[in-house]
């Protein structure tokens, strides 16, 4: 009974290399996100996606994509890995329509780790 | 940009200790949220506040909406070792931003 899962939980790669990281939700959420945590514990949202359309799109290098076929998929794809990308990645999902904003429930991460 | 400071950033207790956290803003929010992430874990929702003065509990937990809509505290009362973890502030909605923005985290060591 997951609520928001993603895969894989570690990746171990090369620089240069391509990857990419999962995210499903069960909640019926119309929003998700991929956040960023670096070493430091500091979280920084990257995208937001809501009904499958762009929202929120950070300063991030082109070479993370974020790719969602439907509104429970939210997939992460990064070109040219460097290893300043090594982080932790979240997923996260909200239901909109509340007047003040919605809570954010997250994955429980991706650990990516650049060789 | 908006940005939160939270402190303290870390906490050493031991087991039975109240303690309290506080995440202050120079822009105002709609939404404060608090949340707990152990390690290898994603943040767990703990807390969500709505509406400035609003004062939530869940269990041993309290968390209060500063009026001003740039603060929010969170305490615990009675700590016992599995409160042990990183706890994050969390504003959304302020500014016309619908991005939530993370305060930097308190770090909460529980001594049994």
Not at chain 1, 39 to 54: D, R, V
Not at chain 1, 81 to 93: M, N, P
Not at chain 2, 5 to 13: E, K, W
């Amino acid at each position: 009974d997951t609520a928001v899962s993603q895969t894989p939980k570690y990746l171990v790669t090369q620089m240069g290399n391509d990857k990419s990281i999962k995210c499903e939700q069960n909640l019926g959420h119309d929003t998700m996100y991929w956040y960023k945590q670096d070493s430091k514990k500091f979280l920084k949202i990257m995208f937001s996606y809501n009904n499958k359309e762009l929202i929120i799109n950070e300063t991030v290098p082109n070479r993370f994509s974020p790719k969602s076929p439907d509104k429970a998929h939210l997939n992460l794809h990064i070109n040219s890995l460097e290893l300043g990308d090594s982080a932790v990645y979240f997923c996260a999902s909200s239901q909109e329509g509340r007047l003040h904003g919605a809570p954010q429930h997250f994955g429980d991460g991706t650990r990516l780790s650049i060789l | 940009g908006q940005q939160l400071n939270q402190s303290p950033q870390s906490m050493f207790i031991q087991e039975g200790e109240d303690v309290s956290m506080n995440c202050t803003s120079s822009s105002i929010f709609n939404t404060w949220l608090w949340y707990k992430q152990d390690p290898g874990e994603g943040p767990v929702l703990l807390i969500a506040l709505y509406k400035a003065g609003e004062l939530t509990s869940n269990g041993r937990l309290t968390a209060q909406f500063g009026i001003t809509r740039k603060d929010s505290f969170l305490n615990i009362s009675a700590s016992i070792p599995s409160d042990v973890g990183i706890y994050f502030c969390a504003g959304l909605g302020g500014g016309g931003s619908e991005k939530l923005v993370f305060g930097k985290g308190t770090k909460l060591t529980v001594n049994p």
